[in-house]
C-alpha cells in the first residue's frame, strides 16, 4: 500500500523559510520512472503544483516560485524535502505531496499524502 | 505559461450527465487526467492519460481529449459525485492544473 504523509509547521512569520517533509512508504524514488511532487491549495481556491523530484535526481520548479523553492530527497529515509523561502501570508495554504507514476508518454499523481495545513502570520 | 480554462460551475441533476470542460491551446496533442476533490479531503485521481479510469473509480467516469478542449464526463450522476474537478496536463516538464469545476447536483 502506497501512503505519502506531509509534515512541517503549522504556522511560520512572514520572511521565514518553511521547511516540508514528505514521507513515504510503499514505493521507492530509486525505481526508474518514478517521482514526487509538492502541491499547495489556499483555502477556497484551487490546486497550484510547486515542484517535481524524480528518481534520477533532476528538479523543477513552477515558473512563478522557483527563485524560492528547493526539492531535494533522501531516497534511505523515503523522504522529500521541499523549501520555500521568504514566506507571506499569501502562501497560506494546504500543502500535499504526491507520488507521480509513469505511463506511456506521461505521468499523473495517483496517491496524495492528506496534506499539512501552514499558516504565515506574525 | 500555460494555461487551462474551466468554468467554475456545473449543475446537473441526479441521474443526469455532467459534463465538465477543460480549455488550453492544443490540448488534445497533450495528455490529460482528472481529479476529484470533495471538502477537506485531498484530491483523488479519476482519469488519466485523457480517458483511461485508475482502478476503483467507478464506470460511469468518463474522459475524452480533442483539439483544445479535453472533458470529462459523469453518466448517471450521483448525489456523492458533488465535488470540485480540475484538470491537469504537463507544459513540457511542468504540471499545470486548471481552476476546478464545482459540480452541483441537485
Known amino acids: 500500500q502506497v501512503t505519502l504523509r506531509e509534515s512541517g509547521p503549522a504556522l511560520v512569520k512572514p520572511t521565514q523559510t518553511l521547511t516540508l517533509t514528505c514521507t513515504f512508504s510503499?514505493?521507492?524514488?530509486?525505481?526508474?520512472?518514478?517521482?514526487v511532487s509538492w502541491i499547495r491549495q489556499p483555502p477556497g481556491k484551487a490546486l497550484e503544483w510547486l515542484a517535481r523530484?524524480?528518481?534520477?535526481?533532476?528538479?523543477y520548479y513552477s515558473t512563478s516560485l522557483k527563485t524560492r523553492l528547493t526539492i531535494s530527497k533522501d531516497t534511505s529515509k523515503n523522504q522529500v524535502v521541499l523549501t520555500m523561502t521568504n514566506m507571506d501570508p499569501v502562501d497560506t495554504a494546504t500543502y500535499y505531496c504526491?507520488?507521480?507514476?509513469?505511463?506511456?508518454?506521461?505521468?499523473?499523481?495517483?496517491?496524495w499524502g492528506k496534506g499539512t495545513t501552514v499558516t504565515v502570520s506574525s | 505559461s500555460y494555461e487551462l480554462t474551466q468554468p467554475p460551475s456545473v449543475s446537473v441533476s441526479p441521474g443526469q450527465t455532467a459534463s465538465i470542460t477543460c480549455s488550453g491551446d492544443?490540448?488534445?496533442?497533450?495528455?490529460a487526467c482528472w481529479y476529484q476533490q470533495k471538502p477537506g479531503q485531498s484530491p483523488v485521481l479519476v482519469i488519466y492519460?485523457?480517458?483511461t479510469r485508475p482502478s476503483g473509480i467507478p464506470e460511469r467516469f468518463s474522459g475524452s481529449n480533442s483539439g483544445n478542449t479535453a472533458t470529462l464526463t459523469i453518466s448517471g450522476t450521483q448525489a456523492v459525485d458533488e465535488a470540485d474537478y480540475y484538470c491537469?496536463?504537463?507544459?513540457?516538464?511542468?504540471?499545470?492544473f486548471g481552476g476546478g469545476t464545482k459540480l452541483t447536483v441537485l
Open positions: 504526491a507520488r507521480l507514476s509513469p505511463v506511456a508518454g506521461t505521468a499523473y499523481m495517483d496517491v
Open positions: 492544443k490540448l488534445g496533442d497533450k495528455y
Open positions: 491537469q496536463a504537463w507544459d513540457s516538464s511542468i504540471v499545470v
Open positions: 510503499g514505493f521507492s524514488l530509486s525505481t526508474s520512472g518514478m517521482c
Open positions: 492519460q485523457d480517458s
Open positions: 523530484i524524480d528518481w534520477d535526481d533532476d528538479k
